[in-house]
């Protein structure tokens, strides 16, 4: 069974600053995703990651991809308000029919 | 984004009584899914589809069950309903490239008293 865990669960950082949320997972998977979600509202695709060392970038997010270790990372750069927001990674197992297995969520706060 | 629709938006019933949710895309993906979201679990899967008439079970499908009759609907019922299975339910739907992130709806809260 494929497990996904996101840390941390919640993240309160100032505006300006840096910081990382880390996604790992327990099987070989060739397919990461990030979304984001806004309170009350759904979840919006950020990122699309398919093969070992797959690097991102929009804006201050960046999105690695580490297939041997199993790790995802999600960098934060120079935190702005706007970005305030729940971050989920999902994982999908090799050979899988398209199914995702979702972090629980990381819940950013940056604080003015 | 794939133009995928989800009715009711809100809807309050009673414990026992049958519910019917329904997600409808327009973008002619072959898969689609159904999540619900509760605080501390992220999103789990229920049930998903793989194409007309082919579904399987995710990780908490006991209490439901789904049909897809068309590629662009996907209907999620809850036969009997119970206070657990109050919740915020996703329906999402991707095609075949791994390029595709899978796209969500805007959700349905039900609750059940």
């Known amino acids: 069974e494929l497990k996904v865990e996101q840390n941390p669960l919640f993240l309160s950082m100032q505006e300006g600053k840096n910081y990382t949320i880390y996604c790992n997972y327990s099987t070989t998977s060739d397919r990461l995703y990030w979304y984001r979600q806004d309170p009350g509202k759904s979840l919006e695709s950020l990122f699309v990651?398919?093969?070992?060392?797959a690097v991102k970038q929009e804006g201050r997010l960046m999105a690695s991809l580490d297939t041997k270790a199993r790790l995802s990372t999600l960098h934060i750069t120079a935190a702005v308000h706007d970005l305030s927001a729940t971050y989920f990674c999902?994982?999908?197992?090799?050979?899988?029919?398209?199914?995702?297995?979702f972090g629980s969520g990381t819940q950013l706060t940056v604080l003015p | 984004d794939a133009g995928i629709t989800q009715s009711p938006r809100h809807k309050v019933t009673e414990t026992g009584t049958p519910v019917t949710l329904r997600c409808h895309q327009t973008e002619n993906h072959r898969y689609m899914y159904w999540y619900r979201q509760d605080p501390g679990h992220g999103l789990r899967l229920i049930h998903y589809?793989?194409?007309?008439?082919?579904?399987d079970k995710g990780e908490v499908s006991d209490g439901y069950s789904v049909s897809r009759s068309k590629t662009e609907d996907f209907l999620l019922t809850l036969e009997s309903a119970t206070s657990s299975q109050t919740s915020v339910y996703f329906c999402a739907s991707t095609g075949d490239s791994s390029n595709q992130p899978q796209h969500f709806g805007d959700g349905t809260r039900l609750s059940i008293l």
């Open positions: 990651l398919l093969s070992n060392g």
């Open positions: 589809s793989y194409g007309v008439k082919d579904t």
């Open positions: 999902a994982v999908g197992p090799s050979g899988s029919a398209r199914q995702l297995t």
